[in-house]
């Protein structure tokens, strides 16, 4: 089974609650290539070529970043 393509560097989660966050990046980003389990509701490493997801789960890619996140007060 093939992994699908990342979804580049540019793709972010985000915030919906209206205020402005200042986010400082505090080291290299971490990726890893995960399986969706329907069944849990979560999901799981991919453990490699002996990974007992893989002939029937698709492999999704996430990245993460070590970060501090500081949200500013809305304006009065």
């Given amino acids: 089974m093939r992994p699908h393509a ?5 793709t972010w989660s985000t915030p919906h609650d209206g205020r402005t966050y200042f986010v ?3 080291g290299d980003p971490v ?8 069944r849990a509701k979560r999901t799981t ?3 490699g070529l002996e990974c007992a997801h893989c ?3 698709r492999q999704q890619w996430k ?3 070590p970060a501090l996140a ?3 007060a809305p304006a009065h």
Wanted: with cysteine.
């Fill in 6 to 10: 990342s979804p580049g560097p540019d």
């Fill in 45 to 47: 490493p991919c453990t």
């Fill in 24 to 26: 400082r990046i505090l």
């Fill in 55 to 57: 002939p029937q789960v």
């Fill in 31 to 38: 990726t890893v290539w995960l399986h969706w389990l329907d």
């Fill in 70 to 72: 500081c949200a500013r």
């Fill in 63 to 65: 990245g993460y970043a």
